[in-house]
């Protein structure tokens, strides 16, 4: 196992926790929510923001198709575009996010869940790539974000260990070494 850098951090065995703060969708669409959120992560000691790049434009075909989840026990049907549409932040915004996080000297990075979210974060010098536990097995984007050797973060949330061991793989017969799970 190798020990990976992000940032001024290293990462790996034998090294202190690497406290990610997950914005995530927790903003909920508002810039100025999101960059409090960061100025409170680094507050209270992360070394590193995260976000989730889409937009759902280049996700989401089907107006047809819906998410569920669970809050308090109840059971919440909607179609995914309004799901999306609410949490959606624009490149811009995550551009700005960046900027504070280079103020606030802290590394900042995303989960990419297309090519163009992956070139943006390049383009912007995110210090790493997350990978969606849904998208391990989505190959040619895991050979696409190799090929910018940025550091990856793989979340196995809602994955098996045979999908891990498959994106794993994946990435590193890309080339990639940089590899956190």
Do not use: W
Not at 80 to 92: A, F, G, K, Q, T
Not at 118 to 143: N, T
Request: proline share 4%.
């Amino acid at each position: 196992m190798r020990n990976v850098r992000v940032g001024d951090f290293e990462i790996g065995q034998g090294r202190p926790p690497f406290f990610v703060a997950e914005l995530g969708i927790c903003h909920e669409g508002s810039l100025e929510v999101a960059l409090g959120l960061t100025r409170a992560a680094v507050k209270a000691g992360a070394h590193c923001i995260k976000t989730e790049t889409f937009q759902r434009g280049n996700l989401v075909f089907d107006p047809e198709t819906t998410i569920s989840y669970k809050i308090k026990g109840q059971k919440i049907v909607k179609p995914l575009i309004e799901h999306m549409d609410r949490y959606e932040l624009s490149y811009d915004e995550h551009h700005k996010i960046k900027k504070l996080c280079d103020e606030l000297q802290v590394p900042f990075m995303s989960t990419a869940h297309d090519f163009e979210a992956v070139d943006f974060l390049v383009e912007i010098g995110a210090a790493a790539i997350k990978i969606s536990s849904p998208d391990l097995l989505h190959f040619p984007l895991l050979r696409y974000i190799a090929g910018k050797r940025l550091p990856v973060f793989i979340d196995t949330g809602a994955s098996v260990q045979y999908e891990i061991e498959l994106g794993i793989n994946a990435l590193r017969e890309a080339g990639l070494e940089d590899i956190v799970v």
